[in-house]
């Protein structure tokens, strides 16, 4: 099958589809022509993809003679699409999905990586793949113009010896990364001990890092007065896990779960509560929107939905979460939900979970409870 006509099979599914709304992109084609004379001469294992959007990279470098590809992807929604991908494409095993670290770029010499949107996230790539790739390994981060920066080189530039830039082709741009700095060693997850008693640890794609956000902040001074007779507590989409591991501090009758579809959120949460003395009592699961908890077995969910996107798109991602919360909390159970009080989420949280009222305000943050119907 040639590299365009599989490239055409792909689907964004499970993720939102739309004619505008694509599942390879320009960047995804750059870097498999730039790789494309390494992947056929590579031996078995030697190749590493890396947030790989939908599966045009992985499945692109097996179409080009890459074998046993070894894939990290942050998002859980990516690696069900790739899945999917690579049904439909007839490459079902010719792949791994292993975690960030030395299981993954051991020995590897060749990876491809969709440029990540933080400086911290490419810094933990960059430290790893350093690390523990093979002496000769070329690291090739891809991604939109517009987002690129000089800063991106200093922070390859730090674990690789030589790091240039290719010219732009369709708005996107490589850089090249070659000759690993031995000695480098990876800094992450990173921890952070903060005034009010928390210590919180965080991974390079983990959202705000170790810093607690304005809105979590507002959430946690409401949660005193949350759902007083809860038995079991959900944390979803818990990014570091702050608030998971705030509820099992405060309340120690309480059993709870965390859960974010983010790889690195996930694991930044275990270390927050290890760090805190609660890995025993928080549970952290990775999946999409609470699908792996089952219906009507949850008091209390808290939730600081994301607000840092477009209008639209914030939307339809909290009202998803919205749902999940819905489906999962018993009849009478309470979700605490903080956002931005610019966000219509009130008539949505109504409509989707039940009675909703407000439980503190400031001049830029809502905290809301709402109550489970019952049927």
Known sequence: MSDRNLLDLLRRDPDVEAPDLVAVDATDRLLLDEAGELLAALEPGEVVVVDDSYGALTLGAVDAGARDVRVHQDLLVGELALARNA????????????????????????????????????????????????????????????????AMNDVLASAFTDVRATLARQKSRLLVARGPRRG?????????????????CAHGAAFAGTRVDAGTRALLRALPGAAPDARTALDLGCGTGVLATALALARPELAVLAGDQSAAAVASAEATAAA???????RVVRDDAASTVADASVDLVVCNPPFHLGAAVVTGAADRLFAGAA??????????????????????????????RVAAADRRFTVTVSTRRVH
Request: one cysteine or more; glycine letters at 10%.
């Open 87 to 150: 049904e439909r494409t007839g490459l079902a095993g010719t792949y791994r999905s292993l975690p960030l670290g030395s299981e993954l770029t051991d020995g590897a010499r060749l990876v491809l990586a969709k440029a990540p949107k933080s400086l911290d996230a490419l810094r933990e790539l960059t430290e790893v793949v350093a690390a523990s790739a093979a002496p000769d390994a070329t690291l090739l981060v891809g991604g939109r113009v517009k987002h690129m920066t000089l």
């Open 327 to 356: 489906r999962v909390l018993r009849p009478g159970g309470e979700l605490w939900c903080v956002y931005n009080n610019r966000l219509p989420h009130k008539a949505a949280l109504r409509r989707l979970v039940g009675p909703t």
């Open 184 to 200: 480098v060693t990876s800094s992450f997850p990173r921890r952070q001990e903060h005034p009010f008693g928390l210590t919180v």
């Open 276 to 282: 805190n003395g609660v890995a025993e009592r928080v």
